[in-house]
């Protein structure tokens, strides 16, 4: 039995005898999403914009493959503590002690291996079924965002209860002296599609990385050391992996006002990315007072996006808040962390309103053909970090 459907029973069990886990009530909403000009929207894609110092930086340092990075896989996941409970629970977990109480560091996105690589081989990517999650990194617990980085956490069974964090890095330097400096984004949102990984870029659109790249550095510096010391050393904060960017993708707009790439996540069955974005109703300076919108866009037939993309479909939404969206088979769901809320919407049955958990991030839709879909989501509280997975048909209207 997989690790998965084991926390699957238990958590089902702990709730009947709790209580706890009941079936969610949906309260129809009654407006819900609008549409909006598709054609105004648009994606410009590089994936060669570091070719020749990635090449460098390869030759210099080597890669790492995934199962190899999980093979040092260095941190325990530990289980969602009792008292958590939430309509269709299908199990889940919390970084370790460190990183749950960390104020310095913050998980936003979620992607897993099921949107790399489908249901095929059990959704496992390089021999691994893995749960990344994207984090920002401030400069002290009241500091400026300074980096960010991902985690690879094994749900298999088969592997132990770890986790490994890898530092996002952009190339700088020359083919000659290639060195690779902090990428210092909220990474709000990050979705995963065959090799390549998307990191939501708030006001610009999405950086790409190749997981066939992950760097191995040294490790040994001080804790601010990043980049390249000599030809043969490269220190990254005393991270043994770096995953670096491969290329950009840009987001323009005709409307008159940019979009704000908030939280991403992956449609398999359109085969398409769909971002939100966090806006205000009123009241905020550090975020836009207006009402948000959504935009889906279509991957091209090679699974990458081409050189131009214009969006397929375009929402204008009636909710605010939003940290999170997910997208599967013509169904909408939206995360408002402001609001504790996850709505629900399809064009024919309209909307639907959920009771939500407190500091809700991004959602990532997991396919499963022998169980229930579920939908994977995250906390980004301080001492209160669960990463887990509901039936995403509790939440379907």
């Not at 894609?45 to 110092?53: G, I, L, P």
């Not at 300074?146 to 690879?152: D, V």
């Not at 989501?377 to 970090?385: M, S």
Request: charged letters at 15%; a neutral charge.
């Amino acid at each position: 039995m997989s690790l998965r459907r084991r926390c699957t029973r238990a958590a089902v069990a702990a709730g009947i005898l709790a209580g706890l886990l009941v079936a969610p009530a949906a309260a129809r909403a009654a407006a819900g999403p609008g549409a909006l000009p598709a054609s105004q929207y648009t994606l410009t894609a590089d994936y060669h914009q570091f070719d020749t110092v990635n090449a460098a930086l390869v030759s210099a340092l080597g890669t790492a493959a995934v199962h190899t990075v999980m093979d040092n896989a260095n941190h325990d996941r530990t289980a969602l503590p009792s008292t958590f409970s939430v309509a269709g629970l299908s199990g889940g977990f919390r970084f370790d002690s460190g990183d749950n109480s960390d104020c310095a560091n913050y998980p936003q996105g979620i992607t897993t291996s099921r949107d790399a690589v489908g249901t095929a081989n059990g959704g496992n990517y390089d021999g691994h079924q893995l749960v990344l999650v994207s984090w920002y990194t401030k400069d002290g617990c009241d500091g400026d965002q300074a980096r960010s980085r991902i985690t690879l956490v094994d749900w298999d069974a088969t592997y132990p209860n770890k986790y490994r964090k890898v530092l996002l890095v952009e190339p700088t330097g020359t083919a000659a002296a290639p060195d690779f400096k902090d990428i210092p984004i909220h990474a709000g949102g990050v979705s995963w599609y065959g090799d390549y990984l998307y990191v939501a870029d708030t006001g610009h659109g999405m950086r790409v990385f190749d997981m066939r790249k992950i760097l191995k550095t040294d490790t040994g510096g001080t804790a601010d050391q990043i980049g390249r010391q000599s030809p043969t050393v490269y220190y990254a904060h005393n991270y043994a992996y770096v995953l670096p960017q491969v290329g950009t993708i840009t987001s323009k707009t005709t409307s008159g006002t940019n979009l704000a790439w908030s939280s991403i996540s992956l449609d398999r069955v359109s085969k398409s990315i769909v971002m939100t974005e966090y806006t205000c109703q009123s009241g905020c300076t550090a975020y836009p007072n207006r009402a948000p919108r959504a935009i889906r866009y279509p991957f091209a037939s090679t699974g990458v996006f081409a050189a131009t993309t214009t969006a397929s479909q375009a929402l204008q939404l009636p909710w605010y808040n939003l940290n999170g969206v997910a997208s599967h088979n013509g169904r909408w769901w939206f995360n408002s962390s402001g609001q504790k809320k996850l709505y629900y919407w399809t064009p024919s049955a309209g909307p639907a309103t959920y009771s939500w958990v407190s500091s809700g991030e991004s959602i990532s839709y997991w396919e499963d053909d022998t169980a229930a879909d579920l939908l994977w989501t995250l906390q980004e509280g301080v001492g209160n970090r669960n990463v887990f997975a509901v039936e995403q048909a509790a939440y379907d209207g």
